[in-house]
């Protein structure tokens, strides 16, 4: 479960506030896959930084119950100078798994061939978010942070990501982002509207899309 209490964050940038949550109170159930929707500037990728532990708020506070994983997707946390490779044995390390496991359950989901043996800081942006997705689904967490992961790749790739998610979502939760309402509808069963600081949750998702549709169409 992930309660949001007064969760507030503000940003100033250029000189002009920009509100992503403002005193947000609000409980997420466990174990549901809900897509978190919003128009872009939204503060959609913050609020799970914020949720993931990687962003302060400004004020409020976020409780979790069970395990998170950092957001699927942001590769921001990679070391240049390891190899893929190294990576994987890293993150094993810091979370209690199995390092020869995860390396290998890396090393064939990633799909980076000679590259997995290479300084991360040689890989491609999408390089890093297939290494980046890997290394969330080789650990099982209680919930999944989903940051439009299922853009990056080839097709093939794509799609196996999708499978894989889908996988986990037997028995964990998510928070997933996608500007693709299929992939959402395919991966959720709740959603929840970012819009001007406030987090509205629908436990009927085509009722959230239809919301985020009329935002969108409203400029």
Request: charged fraction near 20%.
């Amino acid at each position: 479960m992930i309660r949001l209490e007064h969760l507030c964050k503000r940003f100033v940038t250029g000189g002009v506030l920009r509100v992503v949550a403002d005193g947000i109170n609000l409980t997420l159930p466990p174990r549901r896959a809900i897509a978190l929707l919003g128009r872009n500037g939204a503060g959609k990728s913050s609020l799970m930084r914020m949720i993931a532990g990687t962003m302060a708020p400004t004020s409020g506070r976020v409780h979790v119950t069970g395990s998170v994983s950092w957001p699927v997707g942001f590769a921001g946390h990679f070391h240049p100078e390891m190899t893929g490779a190294q990576t994987a044995r890293f993150v094993a390390r810091t979370s209690g798994v199995d390092t020869d496991m995860l390396q290998d359950i890396v090393g064939d989901l990633a799909g980076l061939g000679p590259h997995y043996t290479l300084p991360v800081g040689s890989y491609s942006a999408g390089m890093k978010a297939r290494l980046a997705f890997a290394l969330s689904m080789g650990i099982h967490f209680d919930t999944y942070l989903v940051d439009e992961v299922t853009s990056v790749g080839d097709a093939a790739f794509r799609e196996k990501s999708q499978a894989l998610l889908l996988e986990r979502l037997k028995h964990s939760g998510a928070i997933v982002v996608s500007h693709s309402m299929p992939v959402l509808r395919g991966l959720c069963t709740m959603g929840a509207v970012l819009e001007a600081g406030r987090l509205t949750l629908y436990d009927d998702l085509e009722e959230a899309i239809a919301l985020h549709m009329r935002q969108m169409a409203a400029g």
